[in-house]
T-cell receptor
Framework: GESVGLHLPTLSVQEGDNSIINCAYS??????FIWYKQESGKGPQFIID?????DKRQGQRVTVLLNKTVKHLSLQIAATQPGDSAVYFC??????????FGQGTELSVKP | KAGVTQTPRYLIKTRGQQVTLSCSPI?????VSWYQQTPGQGLQFLFE???????NKGNFPGRFSGRQFSNSRSEMNVSTLELGDSALYLC???????????FGEGSWLTVV
């Protein structure tokens, strides 16, 4: 069936470096994409979203890139901090459809 | 503005029992959805409600049900609990269908 997958289940970076978390999606009808951060014992926290009519969106220290040609989504975190350590989920949603989550990538930031 | 509120936060039930979980969406949000999160299956969609009507349903057995009230609050019920129902149940709300979705902290259900 349709699914969203992550290339890397774990990612370890040095504090201060930039992080890039990747995500592949398979449903070409998806027109809305979201990145969530989930810390241990907490619910997913919204980070940033992007609609299919855009290819880039920036937030505070985060940038989401969407490449519809290859069905690829990425989350870039600038100057990664220890507080960024968490599991990051991408999710896709076709219009009128349900939100489908990827498996998650665990980001570990080394001081 | 208060976030999505879920109650109870933690509960333990015995196999065969039933459980009801509650969710209060962010004020003004009219769409509520529910998800089950387990280590093995990740985040899986249960159902979505808008204006008291179920708009989408995931691939879960009929033991899982939900409803939404006129004030947009929502409840989900799981009957005849099985050990495999042990999970974190997450509620999320959005202003309307298709808008940004915000999650609560979840209800941790353990079935023994």
């Amino acid at each position: 069936g349709e699914s969203v997958g992550l290339h890397l289940p774990t990612l370890s970076v040095q504090e201060g470096d930039n992080s890039i978390i990747n995500c592949a999606y398979s449903n070409s009808a998806s027109d809305y994409f979201i990145w969530y951060k989930q810390e241990s014992g907490k619910g997913p926290q919204f980070i940033i979203d992007i609609r299919s009519n855009m290819d880039k969106r920036q937030g505070q220290r985060v940038t989401v890139l969407l490449n519809k040609t290859v069905k690829h989504l990425s989350l870039q975190i600038a100057a990664t901090q220890p507080g960024d350590s968490a599991v990051y989920f991408c999710a896709e949603k076709p219009e009128g459809g349900k939100l489908i989550f990827g498996q998650g990538t665990e980001l570990s930031v080394k001081p | 503005k208060a976030g999505v509120t879920q109650t109870p936060r933690y509960l333990i039930k015995t196999r065969g029992q039933q459980v009801t979980l509650s969710c209060s969406p962010i004020s003004g949000h009219r769409s509520v959805s529910w998800y089950q999160q387990t280590p093995g299956q990740g985040l899986q969609f249960l159902f979505e409600y808008f204006s008291e009507t179920q708009r989408n349903k995931g691939n879960f057995p009929g033991r899982f049900s939900g409803r939404q009230f006129s004030n947009s609050r929502s409840e989900m019920n799981v009957s005849t609990l099985e050990l495999g129902d042990s999970a974190l149940y997450l509620c999320a709300s959005s202003l309307v269908l298709g808008n940004t979705i915000y999650f609560g902290e979840g209800s941790w259900l353990t079935v023994v």
